[in-house]
């Protein structure tokens, strides 16, 4: 007997916190439906398969994304210091969740990789945190300045997000956030440099 009334949401919250702790290789649709208070059975009501299930779970953490981290790229009302300081304190506390925390750092990347099918989805996640750092470097720096301060910004995050869980310290990130927001603060008001700062 189901201890709860389950929904397609509880499941994919559910899903989500295991992919996360077990990883998605390592979780079983008996895992999900076990934390679901489901049969076995009953779970492939909502989804046919457990590629079906990871597919709504990486998109439903790329919508949170773009509404609670990503947005702050895009409010002009702000100055672009504090709009970067928003997008990545944000991030921050998403990715130090240990419940709800991001699921396309290093998880994402390797189901990508081993199934090619959540390749596009993680792709398009890490296109839309490029594209809103870009967006509000270019308030800074020229094209090519923001283009290539948003690539090293994503990929610093990634890596010292992986440092942070590998080693359970959480300063690796909190450093790299710090770095970051350092690049925009230091910017002069209108930079016409060639130089892309450290």
């Given amino acids: 007997m189901p201890k709860q009334k389950a929904d397609e949401q509880m499941i994919i919250d559910e899903a989500l916190k295991l992919f996360r702790q077990k990883s998605y290789f390592n979780t079983s649709m008996s895992d999900i439906a076990g934390a679901c208070g489901l049969q076995k059975g009953s779970l492939y009501h909502y989804f046919p398969s457990k590629e079906d299930l990871m597919k709504k779970v990486i998109k439903q953490v790329h919508e949170f ?33 240990d419940e709800k925390g991001s699921l396309l750092g290093n998880l994402g990347v390797e189901t990508a990789l081993m199934i090619p099918e959540f390749g596009e989805l993680v792709r398009r996640f890490f296109t839309d945190f490029f594209h809103a750092v870009k967006t509000i470097y270019l308030d800074k720096y020229p094209e090519e300045i923001a283009n290539e301060l948003a690539e090293r910004s994503v990929a610093e995050i990634e890596g010292s997000l992986m440092f942070s869980r590998v080693f359970n310290d959480h300063t690796y990130l909190q450093n790299t956030t710090k770095r970051i927001l350092n690049r925009i603060t230091s910017a002069p008001k209108q930079s016409n440099t060639e130089k892309v700062p450290d």
């Fill in 65 to 97: 994304f773009k509404t609670n981290v990503f947005a702050h790229a895009y409010d002009k009302s702000v100055p672009p210091q504090k709009r970067l300081e928003n997008l990545f304190k944000s991030a921050e506390k998403i990715f130090l969740d």
